[in-house]
């Protein structure tokens, strides 16, 4: 497969009064064309920083970062415009911030492809066909302020799709609605990965939404953690199963992050004790010493 996001080694370093806040430290990211994957992480994790650079609204400070061939590090400031408008698409999380509010949901989409220069019988077409794909039609002629907040999130992926671009940014799309509304979009998010090819990038908090992808990474610190892998198996008996596989990463210089719910149900603490077996490493807790106290030793 082909790589539409690779990250390596991404560093970014945020200045503010003489204090340096390293947001990204060292993280490494690749994502396939046409996967549907979804970013986590705590509040501070650094998961907006990346999502900002992969939009190209924040230059990384070091590493390296290519969304669909594009360099992130050495676009110039026109490239970088040209890159927001034809390359990726954005949805925010705050669904004032992706429609014009005095337009119809129609004429959001429409508005892209007009700025572009595509001929009218074409922006009709293109328009009718994310309305059909995305469930609009009964709402497309309203506006903004006529739509429930899932509407105006599926208004919103179809206009970041208007100009047809090669990946799909959502940041915490479904952070404002209820849970019907949310499995509507992240319906939506999903019949457009698998119609459209679309490599579709979600960051969020919400552990319900990325449980339905198959591809969760994990941010914890700067650096990439974690990632848990789904599939969907049949048995013998033609019943499906679902299978879930969780992985670590491990940097180049052999560090890793364990899960934390593992470190908490061992108990480890600074020095764990570490095995090789045959095919695999052992990570233990560290014993604890039976040795005297310092006052009861001197007695």
Partial sequence: MTAQIECSDLVKIFSAEGVEVQALQ???????????????GASGSG?????????????????????????????????????????????????????????????NIAMPLALAGVPRAKRKERTEQLIELLGMTEFAGRRPAQLSGGQQQRAAIAVALANEPEVLFADEPTGELDDL?????????????????VTVLIVTHDEDVSKKVRRTVQIRDGRLSTEVHRSTETNELGEEQHRSQEFVVIDRVGRLQLPRDYVSALGLDGLVRVELADDHAQVHPTEKSSAPAPEEADR
Avoid: C
């Fill in 181 to 197: 509304n949310s499995q509507l979009v992240f319906d939506a998010l999903g019949a457009v990965n698998r119609e459209l090819g």
């Fill in 47 to 107: 998961k907006s920083t990346l999502l900002a650079i992969l939009t190209g609204l924040e230059v990384p400070t070091a590493g390296k970062a290519t969304v669909a061939g594009h360099d992130l590090l050495t676009m110039t400031s026109a490239e970088r415009t040209r890159y927001r408008r034809e390359t990726v698409g954005f949805v925010w999380q705050q669904t004032s911030r992706n429609l014009l509010p005095y337009y119809t949901a129609r004429q």
């Fill in 26 to 40: 060292g993280l490494t990211l690749r994502v396939d064309s046409g996967e549907l994957t979804a970013i986590v």
